[in-house]
């Protein structure tokens, strides 16, 4: 009699296992685990999300079948993240940010020296294109705190490439920048010249919107507190390259100029 009663208490707990393990409504049990079924009422992103989960479910070392089972099992799941099903794969690194997605002033020489030329003929602005396509730069103005604005020509800036808007060409005398920088002559002073005491500058593009912006010493007019004022003989500098707040913390005085690079 006693033998009679023992026998059913491994029926009772195998009962017990399975009941517990019947998935309930809102467990997506079937189709994570069932991906040669996709639920194609499901966006495409979600699809991915189920073939992903199933991927890593199934890449656990001990044995496939066994080990899903008693990790989605509310008895043993717990045990699962430090026992033998080994360890799920990591997920994958995110995609990168992608760069800043607009063109960008990254450097104003506005005090020249007289190792670098004169006043007001030699000052120059360096813009950069962090985006993952070539500009091209028709239609295109900078402008001075003063609101004079100079075509940028017809030139096109490659990915990842620099330009110079200078007066003329003989700035390119007193510097040496790398070759594959795009050259804009403007044919006169930037704006109405670039103010050692403080100014701005503004990036339009075709449609005469700002595109980047950025005032320094005495002039607030593009952020407030603008870029601190260097000494004659060194620039403006983005810094990091690629941040752009709309700040002066984006920029840094650079003693010895670095035009297109
Ligand atoms: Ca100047
Ligand atoms: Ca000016
Ligand atoms: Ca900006
Ligand atoms: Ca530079």
């Given at each position: 009699?006693?033998?009679?009663?023992?026998?059913?208490?491994?029926?009772?707990?195998?009962?017990?296992?399975?009941?517990?393990?019947?998935?309930?409504?809102?467990?997506?049990?079937?189709?994570?685990?069932?991906?040669?079924?996709?639920?194609?009422?499901?966006?495409?992103?979600?699809?991915?999300?189920?073939?992903?989960?199933?991927?890593?479910?199934?890449?656990?070392?001990?044995?496939?079948?066994?080990?899903?089972?008693?990790?989605?099992?509310?008895?043993?799941?717990?045990?699962?993240?430090?026992?033998?099903?080994?360890?799920?794969?990591?997920?994958?690194?995110?995609?990168?940010?992608?760069?800043?997605?607009?063109?960008?002033?990254?450097?104003?020489?506005?005090?020249?020296?007289?190792?670098?030329?004169?006043?007001?003929?030699?000052?120059?602005?360096?813009?950069?294109?962090?985006?993952?396509?070539?500009?091209?730069?028709?239609?295109?103005?900078?402008?001075?705190?003063?609101?004079?604005a100079d075509s940028l020509g017809t030139s096109t800036i490659p990915t990842g490439g620099f330009?110079?808007?200078?007066?003329?060409?003989?700035?390119?005398?007193?510097?040496?920048?790398?070759?594959?920088?795009?050259?804009?002559?403007?044919?006169?002073?930037?704006?109405?010249?670039?103010?050692?005491?403080?100014?701005?500058?503004?990036?339009?593009?075709?449609?005469?919107?700002?595109?980047?912006?950025v005032s320094w010493d005495s002039s607030t007019a593009a952020f407030d507190p603008s870029v601190?004022?260097?000494?004659?003989?060194?620039?403006?500098?983005?810094?990091?390259?690629?941040?752009?707040?709309?700040?002066?913390?984006?920029?840094?005085?650079?003693?010895?100029?670095?035009?297109?690079?």
């Amino acid at each position: 009699m006693r033998k009679t009663k023992l026998f059913f208490v491994p029926l009772v707990l195998a009962a017990l296992f399975v009941w517990t393990g019947v998935p309930t409504t809102g467990q997506a049990v079937e189709r994570s685990e069932r991906p040669d079924r996709p639920d194609r009422s499901a966006p495409a992103a979600a699809q991915e999300e189920i073939t992903l989960h199933t991927t890593n479910h199934s890449s656990k070392k001990f044995g496939g079948a066994l080990c899903n089972v008693f990790s989605s099992h509310p008895f043993f799941m717990w045990l699962t993240p430090f026992s033998w099903c080994g360890t799920p794969e990591p997920e994958p690194e995110p995609e990168p940010e992608p760069d800043v997605d607009h063109l960008l002033i990254t450097e104003v020489y506005y005090d020249v020296d007289d190792a670098h030329g004169t006043e007001t003929a030699n000052e120059w602005v360096e813009i950069y294109n962090s985006t993952g396509a070539d500009i091209d730069l028709t239609g295109w103005t900078i402008e001075d705190a003063n609101g004079s604005a100079d075509s940028l020509g017809t030139s096109t800036i490659p990915t990842g490439g620099f330009a110079i808007i200078a007066e003329d060409d003989t700035t390119a005398t007193f510097w040496a920048w790398p070759a594959e920088t795009v050259v804009i002559l403007v044919g006169a002073t930037i704006g109405n010249a670039l103010g050692n005491a403080g100014d701005a500058l503004y990036l339009k593009n075709s449609l005469e919107e700002i595109v980047d912006s950025v005032s320094w010493d005495s002039s607030t007019a593009a952020f407030d507190p603008s870029v601190p004022g260097v000494p004659e003989g060194s620039s403006i500098a983005r810094d990091p390259l690629t941040t752009d707040t709309n700040t002066a913390a984006d920029w840094i005085e650079l003693e010895t100029p670095n035009p297109g690079e």
